[in-house]
Structure formats: structure tokens, C-alpha cells
């Protein structure tokens, strides 16, 4: 699937999706914006995709909101609406079944921050630059910076990150715990797409159920999800994908 500023390439049970919207920087735009937030919720809601990856050409992961929506030209009816549909996508990539990794070369800042984090595994290139840079022009995060930041950093480090709107290096970002990983440029596409090849051999309800209860797990407490996990585990071994792995390892 093809549209201007947004691709899809379907790899078995892996979808490869990137903005290419190079002469802005990948930045979230109509043209960008409106093509992800469909043609992802169609890929979420696919039951033969098990792995969603997200990445950006030209060089660049994602700048944020094209500036020429805010600032002097903006129309807040067309930023809400657009703002709206980017919520609800990075709530399904967040919460929603599919694992999803984003691959980040060049600057992922902003919005594109947000859009870098709400996947679960987070890898980038030693070319990769993070910036919640809101406060520079005096504004507040949005497209879950808040609670991304937080979720992998911690309340203390979320906010040195969010107050200062310092640009932040790959090492550096490594070093903190905001991402998972760090590739050389020329690596990264072939790296990411073997890690997502190899997760999508897993069973998808199995990947699925992991993922929800990880998510789940920071919210309640540990007897909670000791009973989740009692409730849950007896069902997934009485599946066809449980005994065919079975099969597999044992004979």
C-alpha cells in the first residue's frame, strides 16, 4: 500500500510502514497523519499482522507537527481533528495487539517523540536525536510525551527531559533507558526487520496476551497479577499453538 507521504510493505506476518514526507522531515501533516492513522488501524485490526514497524525516510524518524498548522497559520479545527486521529493511533500501538517496533534515525523531536515511544521496542541509529521540545516554543507535550517519558524514565528524569527541551544523542538516550537499543545506520533497517521477522513466528494470541499483561502490570498489584496469570495461563495451554510448539520442540 502506497500514499503520498506514507508507505506500507507487507513481509509475511510483518507490516514495514514509513512516513516519507522527506522535505519536512517526516513531520505529522495531513499528508502524513491522515494515511498512518488509517492504513495502520487496518493493519491492527488485520489478524495476519503480528508485527507492526514504524520508521521514517530520508533520514529522519519524525519532527513533530508541520509548522505550518501552528504558529500564525494555525486552524485549531483542523489541529484537533488531526491531533484526535494521531490519539487514538497511538493508543492502539500502545495498547493494542500488535507488537510494534519503532526504528528512529535522525531526529525524532515533539510529537515525533511521542510517536517514537509509544511502541514496544524502541531502536535507533548513532545518527538518532530525541528532543521533547515543546517548552522551546511554548507549548506542552502532546501525543503521549507525557506518559511515555514518564513510563520509561521515571517522574524525576520525565521531568529534566520535559523542563529543559534539551536535544538528546542516541548514547545518551541508551544510557537513561528511553530506548532499547543502538545500530549503525547502514544496519539498522536489516536489524529491525530480523528482530521483527523472528517475533512474529510467535503465536500472535500468545504475543498479544504478553504484551496486554506487561502493559496491565504497572497498574495493579502483584496479587493481581499473580491471579491474572493463573486465570490466563491454563487457557493458552490447552491451545492448537501451545501443542504445535510443544510438538515442535519435543517431537
Same mark, same amino acid.
Do not use: W
Given at each position: 500500500?502506497?500514499?503520498?507521504?506514507?508507505?506500507?510493505?507487507?513481509?509475511?506476518?510483518?507490516?514495514?510502514?514509513?512516513?516519507?514526507?522527506?522535505?519536512?522531515?517526516?513531520?505529522?501533516?495531513?499528508?502524513?497523519?491522515?494515511?498512518?492513522?488509517?492504513?495502520?488501524?487496518?493493519?491492527?485490526?488485520?489478524?495476519?499482522?503480528?508485527?507492526?514497524?514504524?520508521? %521514517?525516510? #530520508?533520514?529522519?524518524?519524525?519532527?513533530?507537527?508541520?509548522? !505550518?498548522?501552528?504558529? @500564525?497559520? $494555525?486552524?485549531? =479545527? /483542523?489541529?484537533?481533528?488531526?491531533?484526535?486521529?494521531?490519539?487514538?493511533?497511538?493508543?492502539?500501538?500502545?495498547?493494542?495487539?500488535?507488537?510494534?517496533?519503532?526504528?528512529?534515525?535522525?531526529?525524532?523531536?515533539?510529537?515525533?517523540?511521542?510517536?517514537?515511544?509509544?511502541?514496544?521496542?524502541?531502536?535507533?541509529?548513532?545518527?538518532?536525536?530525541?528532543?521533547?521540545?515543546?517548552?522551546?516554543?511554548?507549548?506542552?507535550?502532546?501525543?503521549?510525551?507525557?506518559?511515555?517519558?514518564?513510563?520509561?524514565?521515571?517522574?524525576?528524569?520525565?521531568?529534566?527531559?520535559?523542563?529543559?527541551?534539551?536535544?538528546?544523542?542516541?548514547?545518551?538516550?541508551? %544510557?537513561? #533507558?528511553?530506548?532499547?537499543?543502538?545500530?549503525?545506520?547502514? !544496519?539498522?533497517?536489516? @536489524?529491525? $526487520?530480523?528482530? =521483527? /521477522?523472528?517475533?512474529?513466528?510467535?503465536?500472535?494470541?500468545?504475543?498479544?496476551?504478553?504484551?496486554?499483561?506487561?502493559?496491565?502490570?504497572?497498574?495493579?498489584?502483584?496479587?493481581?497479577?499473580?491471579?491474572?496469570?493463573?486465570?490466563?495461563?491454563?487457557?493458552?495451554?490447552?491451545?492448537?499453538?501451545?501443542?504445535?510448539?510443544?510438538?515442535?520442540?519435543?517431537?
Amino acid at each position: 500500500m502506497t500514499e503520498k507521504g506514507f508507505e506500507v510493505q507487507r513481509i509475511g506476518a510483518v507490516a514495514r510502514c514509513s512516513m516519507n514526507y522527506p522535505e519536512k522531515m517526516n513531520a505529522l501533516s495531513p499528508e502524513t497523519g491522515e494515511p498512518m492513522v488509517e492504513q495502520v488501524q487496518e493493519l491492527i485490526a488485520d489478524d495476519t499482522v503480528s508485527v507492526i514497524i514504524l520508521r %521514517g525516510e #530520508g533520514g529522519n524518524f519524525c519532527t513533530g507537527s508541520d509548522l !505550518a498548522l501552528i504558529g @500564525d497559520n $494555525l486552524d485549531p =479545527a /483542523t489541529l484537533c481533528k488531526l491531533m484526535r486521529r494521531m490519539n487514538a493511533l497511538l493508543f492502539d500501538l500502545h495498547q493494542g495487539p500488535k507488537i510494534v517496533i519503532t526504528e528512529v534515525d535522525g531526529y525524532a523531536l515533539g510529537g515525533g517523540l511521542g510517536l517514537a515511544l509509544a511502541s514496544d521496542i524502541t531502536i535507533a541509529t548513532e545518527q538518532a536525536k530525541f528532543c521533547c521540545g515543546f517548552i522551546r516554543i511554548g507549548a506542552v507535550p502532546d501525543m503521549g510525551v507525557t506518559y511515555f517519558l514518564t513510563e520509561r524514565l521515571g517522574m524525576v528524569k520525565a521531568k529534566e527531559v520535559a523542563l529543559t527541551g534539551d536535544i538528546i544523542d542516541a548514547r545518551q538516550a541508551l %544510557g537513561m #533507558g528511553l530506548i532499547n537499543r543502538v545500530v549503525p545506520q547502514d !544496519a539498522i533497517s536489516e @536489524d529491525v $526487520l530480523q528482530l =521483527a /521477522t523472528r517475533l512474529a513466528k510467535a503465536p500472535p494470541e500468545a504475543l498479544a496476551l504478553t504484551k496486554r499483561n506487561l502493559n496491565r502490570s504497572r497498574h495493579i498489584d502483584l496479587q493481581t497479577t499473580l491471579d491474572l496469570e493463573a486465570h490466563m495461563q491454563p487457557l493458552m495451554l490447552l491451545s492448537e499453538d501451545h501443542k504445535a510448539a510443544i510438538k515442535k520442540l519435543f517431537g
